[in-house]
């Protein structure tokens, strides 16, 4: 739910665990692609929640957040 960042679905800040266990199937394991759509999230979640609340998000967290996780799935490698 933008621009407040939370999921629609259990109302934790997305991408919440679930949608870190759906993102990478939707993305068909193609880890880049991924980081890269979430780096494009992540810089629009800093802008939403940087004009909703006085003091910014930390960038620390919010990279944490958004692309920290992304580091730790499994890569598969074709079968030959």
């Known amino acids: 739910m933008r621009p407040?960042?939370?999921?629609?679905?259990c109302a934790?800040?997305?991408p919440c665990?679930?949608?870190?266990a759906e993102l990478p199937a939707e993305y068909?394991?193609?880890?880049r692609n991924l980081a890269i759509d979430l780096a494009d999230?992540?810089?629009?979640a800093s802008r939403d929640l940087s004009l909703l609340y006085?003091?910014?998000?930390?960038?620390?967290?919010?990279y944490g957040r958004f692309l920290g996780w992304v580091r730790r799935?499994?890569?598969e490698r074709p079968e030959g």
């Open 4 to 9: 407040i960042w939370i999921c629609t679905g």
């Open 12 to 14: 934790h800040p997305w």
């Open 17 to 20: 665990e679930q949608a870190r």
């Open 28 to 31: 068909a394991g193609d880890r």
């Open 41 to 44: 999230l992540l810089g629009e």
């Open 54 to 62: 006085p003091n910014p998000p930390d960038p620390v967290q919010l």
């Open 73 to 75: 799935l499994r890569v």
